[in-house]
């Protein structure tokens, strides 16, 4: 396994529509092996192709995040198959180092998708995991979480992404020494 660099923000390839993925090869494990010790690293939630710059339809969500035991899920070509509710609150993104910002998410989320080794299966999450996997869904269609923002919040936030690239605190926000 390998640690990869997190893409940050306003890189093109988080703009990118991922990929459906077809062949479920070595090549796609050692990529979610390194996503998992990546966001790992990182101590993030979840994570997405195009975050380490495989704009690829695969993401990894930890379901045990908020209890502190990991429980990694691998979702592979996921859908949307329902929404249910709204529940607002705050989300940070692992492309976005620092910032974090209200964002409304479904209450309640049921996930079609593939596992690592092309199985199919579904899952519901609810309240922190459904905002999880509507974040890392997102990504896969180059949605990012300022997009939810009102016009106003999201150019205060882009204004004061600006100022720290400016000012070097997006250089190497996950040193790997
Ligand atoms: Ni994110």
Known sequence: MAIREIVLYPSEVLR????????????????????????????G?????????????????????LEGKE????????????????????EGCLSFPQIFVEVK???????????????PFEIVGEDFLSKALSHEIDHLNGVLMIDHLSPLKRELTKKRIKKMIKEGQWDDPYPQK
Do not use: W, Y
């Open 105 to 119: 998410r479904p209450k309640k989320i049921k996930v079609r998708a593939l596992d690592r080794e092309g199985k």
């Open 45 to 65: 939630a979840g994570l997405a192709g195009n975050q380490v710059g495989v704009p690829l339809r695969v993401i990894v969500v930890d379901f045990g995040a």
């Open 71 to 90: 429980d990694i899920k691998f979702f592979i070509n996921p859908e949307i198959v329902s929404e249910e509710g709204e529940r607002k609150d705050t």
């Open 16 to 43: 990118e529509k991922a990929k459906e993925v077809e062949v479920f090869d070595d090549e796609l494990q050692k990529l979610l092996d390194d996503m998992v010790e990546t966001m790992r690293h990182a101590k």
